[in-house]
């Protein structure tokens, strides 16, 4: 099993990178958080870039270093865009992230998540719900036909979600993050539990969608697994100290993207994580 | 007529049911303030959702305890998803908020407007320019075909807009909330003025859309003349207490969502305001 | 040549126009940074209205005392709405703003950017690797078509883009304002350079796209060269007055508005620039 301080070793690499060399990370992603997904991955270093065409999102998968594919509000040109896409990610070995948020709503949804099986996503981001639900859709183990998923929040905990999560990753040979009140990341060999965060997380819209967003940042220079430790724990750290300098959701917001551009490298890679074997 | 009293009682019940019950409230809604409207309903404690597609639409308009339609960015794809949403809605008693921004643009928006009579949204808000418009394109009193819409902007008084409020509120069997320097709210039976606020509420872009889509949230617990009341009374509070605070615009977005998030039941049914019979 | 004293006359009359009338600009805008253009617009004095259907775009076009289009997010139905709104512009006479974002993504954002030659903008806005590439898209001295731009990032530096900076002024018979560490406008006669500014501008997404926003609402009131310059020194006064009270990205963005909103007329007046002869 990898141990503890290689993987922070290489969580610092790859926050150096990011600093470094301003890597751009291309989105499709949802009009409710989509200014909040740019501003959080240009807070930790990286460029976004956001679209909805086929061509143009054809064009970012391939200019990008990583790419991301949150399908929070969906628009009828999705139909074409976002299965091209992830075909050019998957066939050109291009990592990308998903997002399968409010995954059961509506039939377009739904054959769009049920299409990305093949084209395997280096990183899948949920709530717990969503992530059960993602694994029942694949038909994988852990999975539910019987979603959980209240429009985008999760009535699951993420423990629950940990042999849907595995079963996704080892399908993909990629990583999988269950955001909760603690992080669940595994690449289906260890699981990495990611400590602190804020209850103001809930409390403002995005907070979900920006953590892909970044994860696609940090994927562009690490490992699936390394780059979704990494996002989870800026987030955490970031989110921790934001809340000790507010009281109330707005002023979190503000402080909480702050704390993402101050977070130094060998700081995220001290925030808390435990790993354990599958 | 309903006393003070007995209305700050429901008041209360209002805000606390949302703030233990977290209520899904969907919305179809105009991509410039979308994630205002969504950090406002969650400041206030309830969940937001926002769709495009007229099968996601029908999802959520019976998935919510309440339904919020914004017409300030029209989509071509809303031809199809705004009336069928509405039909549903009106057809399962789900009740609804209809905010009509930007009437008078465009031969779809119109349209679209002109439809909505026949599905009699639960609240309807608007600025006094809106209502009164909206008043004149389903034939009532009160109304003109000259409107005074100016974009997005309203160039009425609204107190202008008390008969075409009334008229629209005895058609619906809802209520009608007329934002302006004072809000008037009306159920065709009573009149409510609504006293707060502030001048920043016009130099940040959202404030009305925000407050429909807190009035939805809340409209999952109540009647439609206390959810509007009730949204109207924590924005005039809120807008009040941030602008004691701050000297500019976007630190006061900050702070008026901070304090949508603070204040309790008790302090918003205290929020002034008057009732008379219409 | 104007003389320095004549154009801070003209700056100040802008200013004063703007925030003594609220004219409206409407747009067609990307969906990244919407929120942050209608904020930046209403922040200045002006009043803004976002649409995305071909009539309507017309409607705004002839109502708005000059129109915005920004191509940074392209859906479907620009492919009817921009070249219409254009033309509409173009030969009602009717002042208008064009931001390339992104040029060189895609075949649709490519013809529209193409086709808007003819329809000559009063204004174009960009960073320097997009004002280059404009310019070699319409054939035009100081472009090229090996363009320079990464997803919405600028490659080049502001002087780079000077001769084809002047090649678009001439040929549109505006101006033409070049963000970057300093910024660049022009008329085709005079090149001015404006200071001031903020690291922080790069940290946020949408300082370019607002700044479109700005300039188009000034020109409601102004020459093109003018309310490109004052555009710029409002936000080159502000971007320095908030870089000084904060030490992140979020809390610059909170700033930056407040600071866009309390300049005065003489303040951006007195922003440094200076002006010579092309």
Same mark, same amino acid.
């Given at each position: ?11 610092? #690499? ?15 992603? /949802? ?24 061509? %143009? ?6 200019? =990008? ?14 139909? %074409? ?24 709503? =509506? ?17 899948i $981001?949920? /709530?717990?719900?969503?992530i059960?639900?993602?694994a029942?859709?694949?038909?994988l183990s852990g999975g ?5 998923? $209240? ?8 423990t629950?979600a940990k042999t849907a999560a595995v079963a996704l990753a080892k399908w993909t040979?990629?990583a999988v @993050?269950v #955001? !909760?009140?603690?992080?669940l990341i595994t690449d289906g060999s260890v699981v990495i ?13 995005? @907070? !979900? ?21 990494? @996002? ?6 970031? !989110? #921790? ?6 009281? @109330? ?27 354990e074997a599958v």
């Open positions: 099993m990898i141990s503890k301080i290689e993987i922070q070793t290489q969580m610092i #690499s790859a926050v150096e990178y990011v600093k470094k060399t301003n890597p751009m990370a291309g989105s499709v992603t /949802n009009s409710v958080t989509i200014n909040l997904v740019a501003n959080a991955q240009l807070a930790v270093g990286g460029s976004a870039a956001m679209v909805y065409l086929p061509e %143009e999102g054809e064009f970012l998968a391939n200019a =990008g270093g990583a790419t991301y594919i949150n399908v929070g509000t969906i628009l009828p040109i999705y139909e %074409e865009t976002l299965p091209q896409m992830a075909k050019t990610l998957y066939e050109n070995k291009k990592p990308w992230v998903l997002d399968p948020v409010a995954i059961g709503i =509506g039939s377009l949804r739904t054959k769009l998540l049920f299409g990305f099986k093949e084209y395997k996503p280096s990183i $981001r949920g /709530n717990a719900s969503e059960i639900a993602l029942g859709l694949w038909g539910t036909d019987e979603s959980n998923v $209240r429009g985008v929040d999760s009535t699951d905990i993420v629950a040979g990629g @993050a #955001s !909760g009140e603690t992080d539990l990611s400590y602190g965060g804020s209850h103001f997380m809930e409390k403002i819209t995005g @907070a !979900g969608c920006s953590l892909g967003g970044v994860a696609t940042v940090y994927l562009t220079g690490a490992s699936s697994l390394i780059a979704a430790l990494t @996002a989870s724990s800026v987030y955490n750290l970031a !989110g #921790s100290r934001a809340e000790s300098k507010v009281d @109330a959701p707005s002023s979190f917001q503000v402080a909480f993207l702050d704390e993402l551009y101050k977070a130094t490298p060998a700081e995220i890679a001290a925030n808390p994580f435990e790993i």
